[in-house]
């Protein structure tokens, strides 16, 4: 009999996609979840892929790789689509994607399956990349071709006798770089999620009253030591989620475009992922030229259109990674952040490869910043501007004149 190999998390979705796809296809079923830092206890989803009798299950521990392939080069590009998601969720489907194909091999299976809707961003992820990896595999999408509501989809999981765990209303998908939270009232834009949405933020009114400061000290644009602890990425993220999460950092509520043309409403929140960013931003600014600083952020915006949009093995990532790896070079250094009430704040920043000179800079009477020369400078460096001004007044005046 044919294998299919389906990338199963353990919810409803990817639940009844395994007696649909034996019913529709005449198949056996592998299923495949990979730890990328779900909060999820791999064991009872491993249990129940085999309560819904499938031929083998994987469940593969993806999480330094996931670290290391995918959110360092996120952290190094400031990836944040449209200036707000840090990309949790599109980061994880190629490597994803990755697993399926490697297991399909390993299986001799002729097809792979997922469990994405047809609205969504998802799909684009997953099949771009299967695709581009292994052209021969076939792709089955059930919850796309099949099209039920959820309604639709509890019954059919109740005639299965499909256990469900604790269902939420919101479509949920989570990993280490944070928790993507969608749908239902949510889909209220005037609607401001509950408190028992989050898993990661605690509510500002029982946060601490007390502020608190870290430090994060980065090489080469990765993160290494927390509080001058040197720590494995996938536990200094925990922790950064762990420790920005209690002063309530990390939501991010707004109104997103969607590859396939749809504005929705996306709520997140990835308080480790905020934290590193803004840190990592700051000690660019300490680090980088200005004009390195803004060439970068156009590199910046096209790295995270790529990713969010699916094209991970796009051949221009790798080129702007390429460029973005040369500026990290520099990119050493500590930088501390003051955490209280949902608020976080760079307090202070250092590198050996800073580019500012106090010397230079400041405004006491040792500096050797030479003043005379910058009237000069004040004359040329306006001098288009100005030129065109006039022009444009005296244009204004001739035509009142008329
Ligand atoms: N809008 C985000 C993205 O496209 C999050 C998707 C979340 N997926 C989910 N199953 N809830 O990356």
Redesign the pocket.
Known sequence: MKKIVLAYSGGLDTSVCVPWLKENYDAEIVTMTVDIGQIDDLAVIQKKAEDLGVLNHYSIDARQEFCEGYIFPCIRANGLYQNK?P????LSRPLIATKLVDIAKKEGAVAVAHG?TGK???QVRFEVTIKGLDPSLEIIAPIREWNLTRDQELDYAQKNNIVLGKSSEY???ENLWGR????GKLEDLMYEPSEEVFQLVTPLTKTSDNEEEISLSFVEGIPKRLNGVEMGPVDLILEMNRKLGAHGIGIIDHI?D?LVGIK?R?VYECPAAIGIIEAHKELEKLVLTRRELSFKQRIEEEWAWLV?SGLWLEPLRYDLEAFIALTQKKVDGEVKMKLYKGNLRVSGRSSPSSLYDYAMATYEASSTFDQTSSSGFVELWGLGSRTAFRALQRGEGEKNEK
């Open positions: 998601y990309l949790g969720t599109a994405s969504g961003n998802d479509s949920i998908d993507s939270i969608e749908g997103e969607r929705s996306e969010y």
